[in-house]
């Protein structure tokens, strides 16, 4: 596992790499939660050659259908591109989505920012190339990820599952007919509102099995 992008600078500085399960919004403020997978001092080129940065000690495994939040650090200062809305999928193959992200210009986290100057850049989008293997890993005896459980977000997984799969579409939809793109964003008063006519019809027509979000490939309501 590798990534290649470009600084402001052309000296010799250091630049560290974080990651942490799941999504960053949220969780920038400090280190807590997060691990460190890459610290080395090395030749920066500017936007002339892209800096490598490969995680020799420390290989990053994402199991399939999980988030990894990556957060990129450097005096040198990363260069990334002005985005639309986090969250937008900004590039994908068969195994692996990158989304719009965000930048913080102040140091390593949060610490410098005050109401008088918001230092966190939203809708960012990383400039370079990920390097990157699948595998097949055998069965473990890793218990299930409960679906109702809080993620860092605030949302449930199964939540999150629900809203990811439906703006993944929704995206794609307008794209296609022409229309400017804006996420869904969660609500609980409609999540309440559904639900309750959900037992309403259940109630009248007789209760049926939920299908589940594995057969549904991801997007049911």
């Not at 600084?7 to 920038?28: A, D, F, L």
């Not at 599952?161 to 609500?187: A, E, F, I, T």
């Not at 037992?199 to 594995?214: I, M, P």
Request: with cysteine.
């Amino acid at each position: 596992t590798s990534l290649s992008t470009f600084t402001e600078s052309e000296n010799k500085i250091w630049s560290e790499v974080w990651i942490r399960e799941g999504r960053y919004q949220g969780q920038t403020a400090d280190g807590a939660g997060w691990q460190r997978v890459y610290f080395k001092r090395s030749q920066q080129y500017g936007n002339s050659a892209p800096l490598d940065i490969v995680f020799d000690d420390k290989q990053v495994f994402i199991p399939e259908g999980q988030i990894m939040s990556f957060y990129l650090v450097s005096p040198g200062k990363f260069l990334s591109d002005q985005g639309n809305v986090e969250g937008d999928v900004i590039a994908e193959d068969n195994s692996l989505r990158l989304y719009t992200g965000a930048a913080i210009d102040n140091g390593r986290w949060e610490e410098g920012c005050t109401e008088e100057r918001d230092c966190i850049l939203p809708a960012r989008i990383f400039n370079g190339a990920i390097s990157y293997a699948t595998a097949t890993m055998p069965p473990t005896s890793q218990p299930t990820p409960d679906p109702f459980e809080r993620q860092p977000s605030g949302l449930t997984l199964r939540e999150e599952q629900w809203l990811d799969g439906h703006n993944v579409r929704r995206k794609k939809w307008h794209k296609m007919y022409g229309k400017k793109y804006k996420p869904l964003q969660w609500s609980e008063g409609l999540k309440d509102m559904a639900q309750a006519y959900a037992d309403e019809l259940a109630s009248d027509c007789g209760a049926t099995v939920h299908d589940s979000y594995e057969n549904r490939k991801g997007y049911g309501e």
